[in-house]
């Protein structure tokens, strides 16, 4: 499986759209300071995660909620988060 997550910033609540084959492990480098981009969003939190079978269609995706209007869709999706 592929995984696309979303992080949020506790201290500001910037968003982080990752990618990953192996999503713990993903997610306990980024919780460890081990990812530079995160690093200096303070502590984060998993808000959000989708599972692919397609590498393909995943890079797509976290492309996609990079993009303004994925922003967008994020915060629509996600408003109670």
């Known amino acids: 499986m592929y995984y696309v997550y979303i992080l949020q910033s506790l201290k500001n609540g910037d968003l982080y759209a ?8 993903r997610i306990k480098t980024h919780f460890c ?8 969003m303070g502590k984060i939190r998993l808000i959000f995660y989708e599972a ?22 994020l915060k629509i999706m996600l408003e109670d988060s």
């Open 33 to 40: 300071k081990g990812v530079h981009t995160t690093e200096r």
């Open 52 to 73: 692919y079978l397609s590498k393909k269609d995943a890079r797509r995706r976290e492309k996609y909620f990079k993009t303004t209007k994925g922003k967008r869709t």
């Open 18 to 25: 990752g990618f990953s084959e192996d999503l713990k492990t």
